[in-house]
């Protein structure tokens, strides 16, 4: 006796919505196409710290990213397709899921590793917004450079 439809098609839209992401991210983050911004590809600190960063962590994981949509997918495909008992058909989607969020989180611990290579964008140090101290910015100026407005008055 296989399997209701009524159970087969949930657990194949369970593993097929996210299998076709994450095959979409795989193969955007290879082309070097994947926003940053978006919710798709990796998303760790390291990842965030800059595009060269976030696209350097995309193009690394993104065949460990595609084998997880392949593997969510095909299990999708197969737990409608294989009319296996209800029992085969919910061993075929645990399976698939398990497979496809280890590979995911394989992709991402990858992703991530390869961000932190990247070297950080310079910059500037937390006083230095809006005071036009130049480009050495405020560490360069001497403490004897007081603002006119903070010299007392002689009289």
């Known amino acids: 006796m296989s399997a209701s439809l009524l159970l087969s098609i949930p657990l194949a839209l369970i593993l097929l919505v996210p299998g076709v992401a994450a095959l979409l991210a795989g193969h955007r983050g290879w082309r070097g196409t994947l926003d940053p911004s978006s919710a798709l590809g990796v998303r760790g600190p390291a990842a965030q710290v800059s595009t060269q960063s976030a696209a350097v962590a995309n193009r690394t994981a993104a065949p460990v990213i595609a084998a997880a949509g392949a593997v969510l997918a095909i ?81």
């Open 75 to 155: 299990g999708g495909l197969l737990t409608v397709a294989l009319r296996l008992p209800t029992a085969a058909t919910i061993v075929v989607f645990v399976v698939a899921l398990i497979g496809g969020v280890a590979l995911l989180v394989v992709a991402g611990s990858v992703g991530e590793r390869a961000a932190t290579t990247v070297p950080r964008p310079a910059t500037k140090p937390v006083g230095c917004t809006g005071c036009a101290c130049g480009a050495g910015g405020c560490g360069g100026a001497a403490d004897t450079d007081v603002p006119a407005a903070e010299v007392p008055a002689t009289s």
